[in-house]
Nanobody, 117 residues
Framework: QVQLVESGGGLVQPGGSLRLSCAASGSIFSYKYMGWFRQAPGKQRELVAA?????????ADSVKGRFTISRDTASNTVYLHLQMNSLKPEDTGVYYC?????????WGQGTQVTVSS
């Protein structure tokens, strides 16, 4: 089993920054990619950014140049980060960490990000 725990959400003013983190622990032997998804009220969940096990990254067009995904490992835990700069009200939503393993897919519980003045 794999456990994903997100942290770092909150309320921020437009133009501000937030850093989300996800701690992935458990039976992580190999995975295809890890990523951040978000879901705004009344909308479908969408991919924000992803990083493959080889380190290649992919971003939604709406966040390119503003968000940066990164990953590090310590003590058998993989940490996934999302640095979000120049935040806009349309970035508001619940952000979910996702891990696509060889045979399974895992989700965190989500963390709320609200961009509002």
């Amino acid at each position: 089993q794999v456990q994903l725990v997100e942290s770092g959400g909150g309320l921020v003013q437009p133009g501000g920054s937030l850093r989300l983190s996800c701690a992935a622990s458990g039976s992580i032997f190999s995975y295809k990619y890890m990523g951040w998804f978000r879901q705004a009220p009344g909308k479908q969940r969408e991919l924000v950014a992803a990083i493959t096990s080889g380190g290649s990254t992919n971003y939604a067009d709406s966040v390119k140049g503003r968000f940066t995904i990164s990953r590090d490992t310590a003590s058998n835990t993989v940490y996934l980060h999302l640095q979000m700069n120049s935040l806009k009200p349309e970035d508001t939503g619940v952000y979910y960490c996702n891990l696509e393993a060889i045979m399974s897919n895992y989700w965190g519980q989500g963390t709320q990000v609200t961009v509002s003045s």
